[in-house]
T-cell receptor
Framework: KQEVTQIPAALSVPEGENLVLNCSFTDSAIYNLQWFRQDPGKGLTSLLLIQSSQREQTSGRLNASLDKSSGRSTLYIAASQPGDSATYLCAVNPYDYKLSFGAGTTVTVRA | NAGVTQTPKFQVLKTGQSMTLQCAQDMNHEYMSWYRQDPGMGLRLIHYSVGAGITDQGEVPNGYNVSRSTTEDFPLRLLSAAPSQTSVYFC???????????????FGAGTRLSVL
């Protein structure tokens, strides 16, 4: 059974600092890994998706890396802003469509 | 562009009552799924569907039923509500043919359910 862990569970940083969010998974047989953002009381919004054949994906200030062999992914958010405050979840997609989610990292960016 | 629409947004039930959570998408997506989210835990898959007439169980299917009569709709039925089913429920959809190749999933805003 795939286990997905996100550490730390919560993170508080001053505005402008770079954010590093970690995701680890136990089964490396994945098709892709996806990072989501969730605002309080809202649904999930996809941020980045990395296919298993890729090492990283970038979108604006966001960069996600994937090391499938070691079961790790990292989401980097450059020059954080108060608007980046949210919960960030990673999800791994195996070959049978049954996504496995981590519990998330709740980020607070202090102005 | 509505995307994935869930109704109701909030619901309070008494133990033993039944109800249906509605989910509709207007993107012609083949794949639809239901998750529940509990504090401190990641989203857990309840049921999913790869097309009209085809459904399968996820990680936590007990106490829930689904059906998929159309591409657009994927309702989730609670047969006899229990306090353990108090949770936030999310519906998601994506195209199927590219799901394994990196397609993103679109989520609804969620239904907050309390069972007393």
């Amino acid at each position: 059974k795939q286990e997905v862990t996100q550490i730390p569970a919560a993170l508080s940083v001053p505005e402008g600092e770079n954010l590093v969010l970690n995701c680890s998974f136990t089964d490396s047989a994945i098709y892709n890994l996806q990072w989501f953002r969730q605002d309080p009381g809202k649904g999930l919004t996809s941020l980045l998706l990395i296919q298993s054949s890729q090492r990283e994906q970038t979108s604006g200030r966001l960069n996600a890396s994937l090391d499938k062999s070691s079961g790790r992914s990292t989401l980097y958010i450059a020059a954080s802003q108060p608007g980046d405050s949210a919960t960030y979840l990673c999800a791994v997609n195996p070959y049978d469509y049954k996504l496995s989610f981590g519990a998330g990292t709740t980020v607070t960016v202090r102005a | 562009n509505a995307g994935v629409t869930q109704t109701p947004k909030f619901q309070v039930l008494k133990t033993g009552q039944s109800m249906t959570l509605q989910c509709a998408q207007d993107m012609n997506h083949e794949y639809m799924s239901w998750y529940r989210q509990d504090p401190g835990m990641g989203l857990r898959l309840i049921h999913y569907s790869v097309g009209a007439g085809i459904t399968d169980q996820g990680e936590v299917p007990n106490g829930y039923n689904v059906s998929r009569s159309t591409t657009e709709d994927f309702p989730l039925r609670l047969l006899s509500a229990a306090p353990s089913q108090t949770s936030v429920y999310f519906c998601a959809s994506s195209t199927l043919k590219t799901l394994g190749q990196g397609n993103i999933q679109y989520f609804g805003a969620g239904t907050r359910l309390s069972v007393l």
